[in-house]
């Protein structure tokens, strides 16, 4: 056969992690690299993280699965915690943050089905989004390299231009059911929300009796300093999907919600086999346990205002290179002159550095939330001593 075991998908590189340990990764040849890409921006508490182990072994042991039909006295637990720490009044959990984000969408359209305005269904999403690659959330995103092959895609869209206020309002109409949007899009490149965008969303949605729906499943869960990144701009959504570092590496999503924009999702309306199940909810309180710790959003913050500092203070250096710095927290951005996905895969494997390129020719530095200046220290000199051999090399 001439088609690979594991289906062809990935453009899968020579890295072949075997273990982890804190910010490290090592390779089966034991090629030691610095993460900072965490999996994507799963691995919020590094690798091999004691209490999130601990955790999951002792629930390994325990009990793993049991269908929804009974009671879930470990889902009811984790879930009350996230109520307590956020806008939301109820979470249906998930096993990724396609699944959450699907469950975002059902529920705001349900919201209008359930006051009698079936009518409500389209959504206004916005340019160069992400929101994962299921059926429902390739056809919330403009970008062709997601949707080409798949159509016909899943009718109740609209897209707007990002940061664009003016140009989404005018979308609104008696169809409209409300936005859906990244506070922070990661995929389109580190491209941060205004408050004047995503308070104007806000604002729009209280007049017109809409949905205000979140993507956090990169952004949130303490990326950016605050547990969610809609903190920063002093608003709160009607619902929200959340994944990524809730599990700290283990598949978790969820989809939060207050208790007005769920009024439609009652019995029948909505499942999942797995979603929820005892694992993966001793894997989320445990990582809860380490992130709402005293101090714990704050050291995000003073790293990656470090981080930015430090990266902001090497350009100069390379301006022939690198361009600016995107994002918030530990959720940046460094702007390239020159194609990211190159030089993402000249730091992989000539530095032993692991980062993530994005749109817009964005390298994305996602590290665990629990580094230190050390490995700061070390980050920003192996990004400077790559773009120095990386430069001589083009000139040659």
């Not at 604002?203 to 949905?211: P, T, V």
């Amino acid at each position: 056969m001439a088609i690979t075991a594991l289906m062809p998908v990935y453009p899968r590189c020579e890295v072949r992690p075997v273990r982890g340990e804190g910010v490290y990764l090592y390779g089966e040849d034991g090629t030691k690299y610095l993460d900072m890409a965490a999996g994507i921006a799963v691995n919020c508490l590094g690798h091999a993280h004691p209490v999130l182990t601990k955790a999951i072994a002792e629930q390994a042991a325990t009990l793993m699965h049991v269908s929804n039909v009974y009671g879930s006295p470990q889902g009811e637990h984790l879930a009350q915690r996230l109520v307590d720490h956020s806008f939301a009044d109820t979470v249906f959990f998930t096993n990724s943050g396609a699944e959450a984000v699907e469950c975002a969408i059902k529920t705001a359209r349900r919201y209008h089905f359930a006051n009698g305005h079936a009518e409500r269904h389209n959504l206004i999403t916005f340019s160069n989004a992400f929101h994962g690659r299921t059926m429902g959330a390739i056809s919330a995103t403009n970008q062709a390299k997601m949707r080409d092959g798949f159509e016909p895609l899943l009718p109740g869209f609209k897209y707007a231009e990002f940061n664009d206020l003016a140009g989404a309002l005018a979308l609104i109409d008696d169809n409209t059911a409300g936005f859906l949007v990244e506070p922070i899009q990661g995929e389109g490149g580190i491209r941060v929300a205004t408050p004047e965008f995503l308070q104007g969303l806000r604002k729009a949605c209280d007049e017109h009796g809409l949905m205000l729906v979140l993507d956090e499943v990169q952004a949130g869960y303490g990326r950016t300093g605050k547990f969610f990144a809609h903190e920063l701009y002093g608003i709160t959504p009607d619902i929200m999907a959340a994944a990524k570092g809730i599990g700290g590496g283990f598949p978790l999503g969820a989809c939060l919600a207050t208790e007005e924009a769920a009024k439609g999702m009652v019995f029948g309306t909505h499942g999942s086999t797995y979603g929820g199940n005892p694992l993966a909810m001793a894997a989320g309180e445990a990582v809860l346990d380490v992130i709402l710790d005293d101090g714990f959003f704050e050291h995000v913050t003073k790293m990656g205002e470090r981080l930015r500092g430090a990266l902001e203070q090497m350009i100069p250096n390379h301006d022939h290179l690198f361009e600016e710095v995107r994002g918030r927290g530990l959720m940046l951005g460094l702007k390239l002159k020159v194609d990211s996905r190159r030089f993402v895969a000249f730091l992989r494997d000539e530095h032993q550095l692991l980062t993530v390129a994005a749109g817009e020719n964005i390298v994305r530095l996602l590290p665990p939330l629990v580094i230190d200046e050390s490995h700061i220290a070390e980050c920003v000199e192996k990004l400077s001593a790559a773009a120095r051999v990386y430069v001589a090399a083009s000139d040659d």
